[in-house]
């Protein structure tokens, strides 16, 4: 295991990609992290990140004494550089300028284990307020700009290293070299970090924290909480029950899709809840995409609750919450836990409280697809693409009715079809159609039609925080249409959102 010290850098998670990516297990845990959590994870090198401190400054962040005296290699970026400079008794100054942006390293000791196979000139990426005017005793400069003298330095003997740039990002393209070279020369990890290792690592954790207790955990049908369950499962087996809430605004046929893709491939009892009268009754005559959600989240969570506790007391709640979201919820450890349940089952009441068995909070998407793959789901369930907690409910404009809910299934299932037979499937983020309450005239076999409008929409994305519309070809788009038009009773036009994020969002609503 690699320990990432976090000193608040906004690269420190990219810190945590990157060693992952070298397929080193490693944790991102704040600086100032209790030092028997450190020795627990008996790291066989330490990365103190970057951050936006000044070894000056009255609360700046400081270097704590076990990260030197485990006497592992240690790597300092930035902030991490300065921090290891200031502590071993070399001088850190104020720049007269902040340097930011694009450098070149014009010298570097390629004799170094840390830059072995690389080259000058090299280009990389500085941001930083202070710098390094002297090393500190024992230290030699590694790399330089022509700014920039100690750009790296490093104690060969002591194996402790610094970077005045950041490796970590894109804009480093050798980067990944440098973190790779500290992880396999210098702290000699061989990078066979896979998910089957990781497999049988969470499966012995989930058992030592469960023991005998009960597990109950909510079912989405998407990848998180079925890999999440699938380990749990793994672990503890019998003493796992699992809930699939079926609120009725789930795409056509997904419901028993996903209860028999549960069946075949979770080793669990898994009960469905059919909540769809329940759901509808709830949001009949509601338009207002906010009050939508509200009321859905709040039926869930009654319909969770009172299954929960007809089926007896649980101890722990299982939850799908990846790596990602504990970081945004709580800038690492602390508080993560909590925030995460209130966003996923939140407004429990007080009297149902449950631990958290969260066995996905230490990875990142792909690696969870990886895992999926590796329990052997099948790549449709793993590369499913995003669906809303919402469901459909915020892909009907307008009062959401069984018959507007139909309408939105077909015309859904042709777009689907149409993008997945075409091979887009894995090219598109996220494709589907949209019900709004327009209604237009058309013309169908000598008729006049008055029938309500369909929009398409497809988005390619990274991460679903910003989306541009898929170019989808012509044919593609032309056979959506054709087919919507002539299977879906009540639609007579079809039109593709051709907006992106910002200024749209994904959803309509
Ligand atoms: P927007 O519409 O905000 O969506 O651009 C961004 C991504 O989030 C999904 N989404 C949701 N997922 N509960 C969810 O679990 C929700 O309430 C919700 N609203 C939007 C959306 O499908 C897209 O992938």
């Given at each position: 295991t690699i320990v990432i010290l976090d000193y608040g850098s906004q690269y420190s998670q990219l810190i945590a990609r990157r060693v992952r990516e070298a397929r080193v297990y490693c944790e991102l845990l704040p600086?100032?992290?209790?030092p028997e959590t450190v020795d627990r994870l008996n790291p066989v090198g330490i990365i103190l990140s970057g951050g936006p401190s000044s070894v000056y400054d009255a609360h700046a962040p400081t270097l704590p004494s076990h990260v030197l005296e485990r006497g592992v290699p240690v790597l300092g970026i930035c902030y991490g550089m300065q921090l290891l400079a200031h502590n071993l008794g070399g001088r850190v100054e104020a720049a007269q300028q902040r340097e930011y942006g694009p450098a070149e390293l014009t010298t570097i000791r390629t004799d170094s284990p840390l830059f072995r196979g690389l080259s000058a000139p090299m280009k990389v990426w500085m941001s930083h307020g202070d710098k390094i005017t002297a090393l500190p005793p024992g230290f030699e400069a590694l790399a330089s700009t022509p700014n920039t003298p100690y750009a790296a330095m490093g104690d060969e003997k002591r194996r402790i290293y610094g970077l005045q740039f950041h490796p970590e990002v894109a804009h480093t393209p050798r980067g990944r070299a440098i973190i790779e070279n500290f992880l396999y020369e210098i702290c000699g990890c061989t990078g066979d970090w896979t998910p089957g290792n990781f497999i049988e690592e969470s499966v012995q954790r989930i058992r030592a924290q469960v023991g005998d207790g009960r597990v109950i955990c909510a079912l989405s049908g998407g990848v998180d909480s079925t890999v999440a369950a699938m380990l749990v499962a793994r672990a503890v087996g019998e003493q796992l029950t699992c809930v699939f809430v079926d609120h009725g605004l789930l795409r056509l046929n997904e419901a028993e899709q996903v209860m028999a893709m549960l069946r075949h491939h979770l080793p669990a009892r898994v009960i469905k809840v059919d909540a769809q009268t329940r759901f509808l009754a709830a949001l009949e005559g509601v338009t207002d995409p906010e009050e939508k959600r509200r009321i859905i989240g709040h039926e869930f969570v009654r319909v969770f609750e009172e299954t929960a506790r007809q089926l007896g007391s649980f101890q722990f709640l299982a939850q799908g919450t990846l790596y990602p979201d504990v970081i945004e919820s709580a800038g690492v450890g602390g508080s993560a836990a909590k925030i995460k349940t209130h966003h996923n089952v939140g407004g429990l009441p007080e009297d149902m409280q449950f631990e958290l068995v969260e066995p996905l909070r230490w990875l990142f998407k792909d690696e969870v697809r990886e895992v999926g793959i590796a329990l052997g789901l099948p790549p449709e369930v793993v590369y499913r693409q995003p669906f809303p907690g919402p469901g459909l409910a915020v892909r009907i404009l307008g009062p959401v009715t069984t018959e507007a809910l139909h309408t939105l299934q077909l015309a859904d299932a042709i777009v689907r079809e149409e993008v997945e037979s075409a091979g887009l499937n894995r090219d598109v983020w996220q494709y589907f159609a949209v019900l709004t309450p327009l209604k237009t005239v058309g013309v169908q076999g000598d008729y006049r039609t008055y029938g309500n409008v369909v929009a398409i929409r497809a988005v390619t994305s990274e991460d679903g925080m910003t989306a541009d519309w898929a170019r989808l070809p012509y044919g593609v788009l032309e056979r959506m249409s054709t087919r919507i038009v002539n299977e879906v009773p009540g639609v007579n036009r079809v039109v593709y959102d051709i907006t992106s994020k910002p200024p749209g969002t994904i959803e309509w609503e």
């Open positions: 600086w100032n992290v209790a």
